[in-house]
């Protein structure tokens, strides 16, 4: 047995031998002592980006407004030797880290901002900061989870730069404010960053970043390719009738009726007008107001809803047919109408090619059967405007504990948003090795 035995594995590790220097790049070994590496790294790093966390999550604050958050991120980023930027789009912090060789530039992005939400999570770092908000008093909460988005980062920087001469490349690090939006009148956010140059010098050749989930289990990744969260749009539409008495509505042009006339018209462009096989799109009205009492027809009713498309074109086509249907529909009561779009989110378009390209990353890192492709959701994520400037992934981590009914998980964004911690070294790991594998060639 011995003989032959050892006769096979000599042969086979001749014929291995053989097909790794012709098949790999000449980097092979270095990639592989690089990815342990991360994980060596990572695991040490895991108590620490459960701290932060924690200290993130106790101390949220709301969108623009970044300022603690913000300096516990450069401070930990220029401790670590990285070159660092503040005050990027008021709170934001972007840090560069040089790799030892030569290489591409990565990009990883997470969101500071937390939420206007009264935490009811029982936990000892439970939130009890209030502030005011468009002149309410309000909870503020990490109720979508950029607290761990936060935290997951800065451990990625500390693992990635502990083993900088490994890195054929650069790492540009972007901790943002105001994913969120904001009051009307501020502006900021990822949008804002790019404006003052966070894709600058050097620019990123890929983007990646991840978002905390309710809808998967702590240890799972999900991904998709291409239109992957929706652009969302808001529409205010304010039809103007002509006021009279309710007992003599000839003498007048009702707004009521002919607002109504329009929210059943204007669902008609989903359903009758819209290729409804390429892609889903969703126009809901949220609120309608108009008079005072019941004898009386108002001059003019007010809707505002919300449009969500995962198609530049159809989103750019929506607008059209809802003027279109708005303005022909007023007419015919013999009214007006004015209306506003105020244009929000882009579709967060997930690069096909660099999508695939990642998955068997995702794989070795979670785990073949934690790694989901996933339905698009009708959310939208300012991540959108990074992907516009360079191929960019945006995936989502698990967080709903392991034994909890995923339809019983409280969502993002609930006062009862629970974050399972172990999903945290998934995400951190994730971002890390999508980084060495970028570098070394996917
Ligand atoms: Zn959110
Ligand atoms: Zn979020």
Redesign the pocket.
Same mark, same amino acid.
């Given at each position: 047995m011995g003989k032959r035995h050892f006769g096979w594995m000599l042969a086979l590790g001749t014929s291995v031998g053989g097909l790794m220097a012709a098949a790999l790049p000449a980097h092979a070994g270095d990639r592989e002592t690089a990815q342990a590496t991360v994980d060596t790294r990572a695991a040490v790093e895991q108590p620490k980006i459960i701290a932060w966390r924690r200290d993130i999550h106790e101390h949220p604050e709301l969108g623009n407004q970044e300022t603690r958050t913000a300096a516990l991120v450069a401070k930990h980023l220029k401790s670590l030797g990285l070159e660092v930027r503040t005050g990027v789009a008021k709170t934001g912090v972007v840090a560069v880290l040089r790799g030892g060789k030569p290489g591409p530039v990565v990009a990883l992005r997470a969101d500071m901002d937390a939420?206007p939400v009264v935490e009811q999570v029982d936990v000892p770092f439970a939130s009890k900061v209030k502030t005011q908000y468009n002149g309410q008093e309000v909870g503020v909460m990490h109720?979508?989870g #950029?607290d761990t988005h936060v935290a997951m980062l800065m451990g990625v920087a500390e693992v990635l730069a502990g083993m900088k001469d490994q890195l054929p490349g650069t790492v540009k690090f972007i901790f943002q404010p105001a994913?969120?939006g904001l009051p009307k009148g501020e502006v900021g956010g990822a949008e804002q960053m790019l404006k003052e140059g966070a894709f600058e010098n050097p620019k990123p050749d890929a983007v990646f970043g991840v978002h905390v989930i309710s809808t998967l289990h702590a240890g799972d990744v999900g991904y998709r390719p291409g239109p992957f969260m929706a652009a969302a749009d808001e529409f205010v539409i304010t039809v103007h009738g002509k006021q009279s008495h309710g007992a003599l509505p000839w003498t007048g042009v009702d707004p009521i009726v002919t607002a109504s006339q329009i929210v059943l018209g204007m669902q008609t462009i989903e359903s009758r007008q819209m290729e409804v096989i390429k892609e889903p799109s969703i126009l809901s009205v949220g609120s309608i107001h108009g008079g005072n009492r019941n004898n009386i027809i108002p001059d003019t009713v007010t809707l505002n809803g919300t449009i969500r498309t995962f198609d530049e074109g159809m989103r750019a086509d929506i607008d059209k047919r809802l003027r279109r249907t708005v303005a022909g529909i007023a007419e015919s009561a013999g009214a007006t109408a004015d209306v506003d779009i105020i244009k929000g989110y882009p579709v967060t378009i997930n690069n096909p090619e660099l999508t695939a390209k990642i998955v068997p990353t995702l794989q070795r890192v979670a785990g073949k059967d934690h790694v989901k492709l996933i339905d698009k959701v009708t959310?939208s994520e300012d991540f959108s405007f990074y992907e516009q400037q360079a191929p960019g992934v945006y995936l989502f981590v698990g967080i709903t504990p392991p034994e909890t009914d995923l339809s019983k998980a409280a969502s993002? #964004?609930s006062p009862k948003f629970f974050v399972d911690e172990s999903g945290l070294i998934v995400g951190a790991r994730t971002l890390a090795h999508l980084t060495v594998d970028y570098l070394y060639g996917l």
């Open positions: 939420l109720a979508c #950029h994913e969120e959310p993002n #964004h």
